[in-house]
Nanobody, 123 residues
Framework: VQLQASGGGLVQAGGSLRLSCAAS???????TAWFRQAPGKERDFVAA????????YYGDSVKGRFTISRDNAKNTMYLQMNSLKPEDTAVYYC??????????????????WGQGTQVTVSS
């Protein structure tokens, strides 16, 4: 599976961005997710969505502000980010893998990773 993330950019605090992650190829995937990594910090879970059924999961810091969605016909995942804060500044990575419900939050549940897209939120 190859993943291509796009949609990052520079936005002012309070603004919005939508990230996209297009997938191609085949592999063991039941779940797709977004993670992010700020400079000098570890990569953190942002949100995940089940390919079948569409169940969604969110990290505490983005609940109520970010929305993850999928278009299975296009093999594309989205992350709508609203009310952005400077602390949301990071490189955002999309991922795919056979993550089960109890493990969607963990990086090692995902086999395939995109190249990352930079999101910068200015204050």
């Amino acid at each position: 599976v190859q993943l291509q993330a796009s949609g990052g950019g520079l936005v002012q605090a309070g603004g919005s961005l939508r990230l996209s992650c297009a997938a191609s190829g085949s592999g063991r995937t039941s779940t797709t997710a977004w993670f992010r990594q700020a400079p000098g910090k570890e990569r953190d879970f942002v949100a995940a969505i089940k390919i079948s059924g569409g169940s969604t999961y969110y990290g505490d810091s983005v609940k109520g502000r970010f929305t993850i969605s999928r278009d299975n016909a296009k093999n594309t995942m989205y992350l709508q980010m609203n009310s952005l804060k400077p602390e949301d500044t990071a490189v955002y990575y999309c991922a795919a893998g056979p993550a089960i419900t109890s493990s969607v939050w963990f990086q090692n549940s995902y086999y395939y990773w995109g190249q990352g897209t930079q999101v910068t939120v200015s204050s």
